[in-house]
């Protein structure tokens, strides 16, 4: 496949950025009267873009440009020999806006993705106008403990199920361009969930983007940590959405998108 010209945004492509050929598409159009800035995606660890967003999207991208991105390792971008470190991801994302010829854009990231986005708010704070973090852990001990333990995730009803996990797997054996390097892919994920260095007071006070924060009432990360995280970002907005869990956050289409629309106005 070709890569998408900077001058068309429509379609798909791969931008080569920092040694990735990384996959994006772009949906929608913004209009006369449509917002200015377009609306970036990224997804959850293990998860492609339609695993993440296929419930939201369309409806995400009417009279909206919309931008969503596969980041290192996941669906159609390939892993290359580094880290899964948030620096470097978001540094992969800002590259694809360069490569697209985007100043700025507002983001909404979940999980993994959540995680990139509120980094490139940070180290690229003029790239983003809006930020839409969705059920992120700024620290460690945000999660419930039987999210870090093995011996509790065939019990816990907030894991993903074996459904889930069974779409992950599919997806990446379909997508991705060496499909036989999920295990080794899904271990190089899973430990850098488990060595988040994660973002201290001073750095969540230090962003200025307006940020809106979105999790679920049975998320991986404790609402507690939720609302203090809402405290440290001056101005930021808390959602917490009902009957959802982790994975099931950005599968209320009926709550997220009129909520997302709201802020992003």
């Given at each position: 496949?070709?890569?998408?010209?900077?001058?068309?945004?429509?379609?798909?492509?791969?931008?080569?950025?920092?040694?990735?050929r990384m996959y994006y598409e772009v949906h929608g159009e913004g209009g006369d009267q449509g917002p200015t800035r377009?609306?970036?995606?990224?997804?959850?660890?293990?998860?492609?873009?339609?695993l993440s967003f296929g419930p939201v999207l369309p409806e995400l991208a009417a009279g909206r440009q919309v931008i969503a991105a596969e980041l290192q390792g996941h669906g159609r971008t390939a892993d290359i020999e580094r880290d899964i470190d948030l620096s470097v991801l978001a540094s992969d994302v800002a590259?694809?806006?360069?490569?697209?010829?985007?100043?700025?854009?507002?983001?909404?990231?979940?999980?993994?993705?959540?995680?990139?986005?509120?980094?490139?708010?940070?180290?690229?704070?003029?790239?983003?106008?809006?930020?839409?973090?969705?059920?992120?852990?700024?620290?460690?001990?945000g999660f419930h403990p039987e999210i870090s333990d093995p011996a509790q995730h065939a019990t816990s009803t907030?894991?993903?199920?074996?459904?889930?996990?069974?779409?992950?797997?599919?997806?990446?054996?379909?997508?991705?361009?060496?499909?036989?390097?999920?295990?080794?892919?899904?271990?190089?994920?899973?430990?850098?969930?488990?060595t988040l260095r994660g973002w201290t007071a001073a750095e969540l006070g230090s962003i200025t983007a307006p940020t809106l924060l979105?999790?679920?009432?049975?998320?991986?990360?404790?609402?507690?940590?939720?609302?203090?995280?809402?405290?440290?970002?001056?101005?930021?907005?808390?959602?917490?959405?009902?009957?959802a869990t982790h994975m099931g956050v950005l599968r209320r289409a009926d709550l997220i998108v009129p909520l997302v629309a709201g802020f992003l106005g």
């Amino acid at each position: 496949m070709r890569d998408t010209p900077r001058e068309d945004l429509a379609g798909s492509g791969y931008a080569p950025v920092n040694g990735l050929r990384m996959y994006y598409e772009v949906h929608g159009e913004g209009g006369d009267q449509g917002p200015t800035r377009p609306l970036v995606l990224l997804h959850g660890g293990l998860l492609t873009i339609d695993l993440s967003f296929g419930p939201v999207l369309p409806e995400l991208a009417a009279g909206r440009q919309v931008i969503a991105a596969e980041l290192q390792g996941h669906g159609r971008t390939a892993d290359i020999e580094r880290d899964i470190d948030l620096s470097v991801l978001a540094s992969d994302v800002a590259g694809l806006l360069d490569h697209l010829g985007v100043g700025q854009a507002d983001v909404l990231g979940f999980s993994l993705g959540g995680g990139v986005a509120l980094q490139l708010t940070l180290d690229r704070p003029d790239r983003v106008g809006r930020l839409i973090a969705v059920s992120v852990s700024y620290a460690g001990d945000g999660f419930h403990p039987e999210i870090s333990d093995p011996a509790q995730h065939a019990t816990s009803t907030r894991m993903p199920t074996e459904e889930d996990f069974r779409q992950m797997r599919e997806a990446y054996e379909r997508l991705a361009p060496d499909p036989g390097h999920f295990e080794v892919f899904a271990a190089k994920t899973s430990q850098a969930a488990n060595t988040l260095r994660g973002w201290t007071a001073a750095e969540l006070g230090s962003i200025t983007a307006p940020t809106l924060l979105v999790f679920g009432d049975h998320d991986f990360i404790r609402l507690e940590h939720a609302v203090r995280m809402h405290e440290l970002i001056t101005g930021a907005q808390l959602a917490v959405l009902p009957g959802a869990t982790h994975m099931g956050v950005l599968r209320r289409a009926d709550l997220i998108v009129p909520l997302v629309a709201g802020f992003l106005g």
